[in-house]
């Protein structure tokens, strides 16, 4: 079993859709949580992070943690065309004081269509 | 954050070869780490470059098949030695700017090997 599971997709939607991509993760360890977006032949560009349980905002996206189930979510409201790309969760514990040693998940391809 | 620059881009090896990648960053920074994303896979962490000592490798990547060097706190290097076609994929650095900040990503070197 992966220590994150992450589904794949691919995901299509409509354009102003609110779309919800999840992630579940085996460690309770982890401590910290991430969301990325991949757009085609580019780096992986962060998106939202956070430390503790419950919802973060930024925008049109939530970050939401549930460590008790194990389980984050990225909502986007209002998607566009642009928001069409993979987005990969990932998470990590603390090793001194980063925490970049990073576990992600296959990532889930989205489309938005307009 | 940070700008994160890669060269080469992109590359087409034989196989038996050497390739050596560079990260530069246009700032100094506290963390470098070098993943790998395989064809329809996630990302994996092969190394923590550490600055001014040799890199601290993951479990399933050794020193002689991706030596790493970290002469200062802009700058690293990895090296994908003695290629063969399974070695294909996207290398990216990435950095973690400040303690406890997230990890932002170049947008990687696409190696292919024939």
């Known amino acids: 079993q992966k220590e994150v599971e992450q589904d794949p997709g691919p995901l299509s939607v409509p354009e102003g859709a609110i779309v919800s991509l999840n992630c579940t993760y085996s460690?309770?360890?982890?401590?910290?949580f991430m969301w990325y977006r991949q757009y085609s032949r580019k780096g992986p560009e962060l998106l939202m992070y956070?430390?503790?349980?419950g919802n973060k905002e930024d925008g049109r996206f939530t970050a939401q943690v549930d460590k008790s189930s194990k389980y984050i979510s990225l909502f986007i409201r209002d998607s566009q065309p642009s928001d069409s790309a993979t987005y990969l969760c990932?998470?990590?514990?603390?090793?001194?004081?980063?925490?970049?040693?990073?576990?992600f998940g296959q990532g889930t391809i989205l489309t938005v269509h307009p | 954050s940070a700008v994160i620059s890669q060269k080469p881009s992109r590359d087409i090896c034989q196989r038996g070869t050497s390739l050596t990648i560079q990260c530069q960053v246009d700032?100094?920074?506290?963390?470098m780490f070098w993943y790998r994303q395989q064809p329809g896979q996630s990302l994996t962490l092969i190394a923590t470059?550490?600055?001014?000592?040799?890199?601290?490798?993951e479990s399933g990547f050794v020193i002689d098949k991706f030596p790493i060097s970290r002469p200062n706190l802009t700058f690293s290097t990895l090296t994908v030695s003695n290629m063969s076609p399974e070695d294909s994929s996207i290398y990216l650095c990435?950095?973690?700017?400040?303690?406890?900040?997230?990890?932002?990503f170049g947008n990687g070197t696409r190696l292919t090997v024939t």
């Open positions: 990435s950095v973690e700017t400040g303690l406890g900040s997230p990890l932002h």
């Open positions: 460690n309770s360890a982890f401590q910290y």
């Open positions: 956070t430390y503790s349980s």
């Open positions: 990932a998470m990590s514990l603390k090793d001194g004081t980063s925490y970049g040693k990073l576990t």
């Open positions: 700032s100094q920074v506290t963390m």
């Open positions: 470059a550490n600055q001014g000592s040799e890199a601290t490798y």
